[in-house]
């Protein structure tokens, strides 16, 4: 039997999940939250108690100071035991060369 307007399915493996909207990130794209149940009724349940709480404000995050730049150098330290060397002297040359010069110096929250 279908029910609307619920957010709450039956899944494969015969649990029942239910969505709720958690908040929106910075770019303003919708999160959301699911949650579980051996029931219908016990996720209907749980899905008032997270539509009547206060929305996550933790969600929207305000950076830790660093530039855009500091995470691709970082970044490519962190994957040079990844993948070999050539690939990280095309990613180098790529960010150095086309990357850097427009983004490396903005903060990530503001490039959009």
């Given at each position: 039997?279908?029910?609307?307007?619920?957010?709450?399915?039956?899944?494969?493996?015969?649990?029942?999940?239910?969505?709720?909207?958690?908040?929106?990130?910075?770019?303003?794209?919708?999160?959301?939250?699911?949650?579980?149940?051996?029931?219908?009724?016990?996720?209907?349940?749980?899905?008032?108690?997270?539509?009547?709480?206060?929305?996550?404000?933790?969600?929207?995050?305000?950076?830790?100071?660093?530039?855009?730049?500091?995470?691709?150098?970082?970044?490519?330290?962190?994957?040079?035991?990844?993948?070999?060397?050539?690939?990280?002297?095309?990613y180098h040359s790529a960010f150095e060369n086309h990357i850097k010069p427009f983004f490396g110096g903005c903060r990530p929250e503001s490039i959009r």
């Open positions: 039997m279908s029910r609307k307007g619920e957010n709450i399915y039956k899944r494969k493996d015969g649990r029942w999940e239910g969505r709720y909207k958690k908040g929106t990130s910075e770019n303003g794209r919708t999160l959301y939250g699911s949650c579980y149940g051996k029931t219908y009724r016990e996720v209907k349940e749980k899905l008032e108690v997270y539509r009547h709480s206060k929305p996550d404000e933790s969600i929207k995050k305000t950076g830790s100071g660093k530039l855009f730049g500091t995470y691709c150098d970082e970044w490519l330290t962190v994957s040079r035991s990844k993948v070999k060397e050539s690939t990280i002297v095309k």
